[in-house]
């Protein structure tokens, strides 16, 4: 099995000598330059991990890096986002542009915990573009998988709102393009896709594009905070690493509920009969995701029949992440991705990049993986624990 992965890499590697192509600079916490969750080195990191891998492997077989500077049409990131929403990027990009200096590059808020950088819309809409690059790719053979291997992310972006770092609903738009792709699975019929949110965090925004559209499936595994119903507070936190320490706050978002105190509020969760949430109160052993994944969400999509799956893979569900963290290990991702091709051996299957915020957990998260789309899904079944304890749930049912 060959694994093609696709990236915008040219909107986040400094451009030396040309100011007409910025970097898009992601989104200050705060706007304190001494905290960054979404940054330039973070993409970098994911895409020294794909070298890496091809690397390690004989030949690098099997494994191709693509650079993408495809832009999606209008007409089609329009199925997703309102005129409006899409004026407001390209705009907010534009004013940074006049405003920044090479030293002093100024963030444009254009949503909750999301700001637009000279090159943002363009690597927004390039990170759109690499994604449909990977729908052509896995459509194109049966052989291939796919992975958009892109920054920023998408999965919070609904039709008119950016919001946590997301700009354009990047697996909603790859989603309906491959809906609608000329290459048909099965003569004369839409095509069928599942998405698939592994991220900690709900996909909110891939709701938004997808509730009610026929032949699409939502598949989200997400974080719910803990919640003092006496209160009406969240009760959950973490420990900052740099204060040392404990620092209230949801771990969920966006936030289904209100707290005062915090000055938080509910935002509307959006959902519809093919969109199938299955979601974790606080932190899980890996054990209890993957259980819940092989009796919830397997049964969903072996009813719904897919003709594509699309990972929207956030690897900020693994423990550790300073901002996720639902309790993934590396060997979960393995397993899920390697385990739905052995379910669906006639599908095709892709994945896009969500968050993740530990670049030192990068490695040791993405390169399993890559994997589980690379080799085989019948051959080696060593590197995890996790998929020799769970292969048998994914095993196609006879007769089915």
Same mark, same amino acid.
């Given at each position: 099995?060959? $694994?093609?992965?696709?990236?915008? =890499?040219?909107?986040? *590697? ?14 200050? =916490? ?21 070298? !890496? ?9 099997? %494994?191709?890096?693509?650079?993408? !500077?495809?832009?999606?049409? %209008?007409?089609? $990131? ?5 005129? @409006? ?17 090479? *030293? ?6 254009? &949503? ?5 950088? /000279? ?23 049966? =052989? ?9 992310? &998408? ?12 700009? +354009? ?47 699409? $499936?939502?598949?989200? $595994?997400?974080?719910?905070? /803990?919640? !003092? #119903? ?18 209230? &706050?949801?771990? #969920? ?19 519809? /009969? ?21 009796? @919830? ?18 690897? =900020? ?15 979960? +991702?393995?397993? %899920?991705?390697? &385990? ?35 080799? #085989? ?24």
């Amino acid at each position: 099995m060959a $694994l093609k992965i696709v990236t915008n =890499d040219s909107c986040f *590697r400094k451009q030396a000598g040309n100011p007409a192509e910025p970097a898009h600079l992601g989104n200050r =916490d705060s706007y304190n330059p001494a905290v960054f969750f979404d940054f330039p080195e973070k993409a970098i990191a994911a895409l020294k991990v794909a070298h !890496d891998l091809k690397s390690a492997l004989p030949n690098g077989s099997g %494994m191709e890096i693509l650079s993408s !500077d495809r832009m999606p049409s %209008m007409d089609s $990131l329009r199925a997703a986002h309102s005129a @409006e929403h899409i004026a407001r990027i390209k705009e907010a990009s534009e004013e940074s542009a006049r405003l920044s200096t090479p *030293r002093e590059p100024v963030f444009i808020p254009v &949503g909750g915990e999301a700001a637009a950088t /000279p090159g943002t819309y363009r690597a927004a809409m390039r990170a759109v573009g690499a994604a449909y690059t990977t729908i052509d790719t896995v459509l194109a053979s049966q =052989d291939s998988t796919g992975f958009a291997l892109v920054w920023p992310p &998408g999965h919070h972006a609904e039709r008119d709102a950016a919001m946590g770092f997301c700009y +354009f609903s990047t697996a909603g738009l790859a989603a309906l393009y491959a809906r609608n792709h000329s290459q048909r699975i099965r003569p004369r019929e839409q095509n069928r896709v599942a998405v698939i949110d592994i991220d900690h965090h709900r996909g909110n925004g891939t709701a938004s594009v997808l509730c009610n559209e026929p032949n699409t $499936l939502l598949v989200d $595994l997400l974080y719910r905070s /803990p919640y !003092d #119903e006496k209160r009406q507070i969240y009760a959950d936190g973490r420990d900052d690493k740099q204060s040392g320490t404990f620092i209230r &706050g949801p771990m #969920e978002y966006p936030y289904n509920r209100r707290d005062a105190e915090l000055g938080i509020l509910a935002h509307p969760i959006i959902s519809g /009969p093919n969109i199938a949430s299955i979601e974790f109160e606080g932190v899980q052993a890996p054990e209890a995701i993957l259980d819940r994944f092989v009796t @919830e969400a397997l049964p969903r999509l072996r009813a719904f029949k897919p003709d594509i799956i699309l990972w929207s893979l956030g690897i =900020d569900s693994i423990q550790g992440d300073p901002i996720g963290g639902l309790g993934n290990i590396p060997g979960s +991702f393995y397993t %899920m991705l390697r &385990g739905v091709r052995v379910a669906f051996p006639e599908a095709r299957h892709a994945a896009v990049l969500e968050g993740g915020y530990e670049r030192s957990l990068f490695h040791e998260c993405l390169t399993p993986a890559f994997l589980g789309l690379h080799d #085989e899904a019948a051959a080696d079944q060593s590197r995890s624990a996790l998929f020799r304890r769970y292969r048998q749930y994914f095993e196609p049912k006879a007769g089915a």
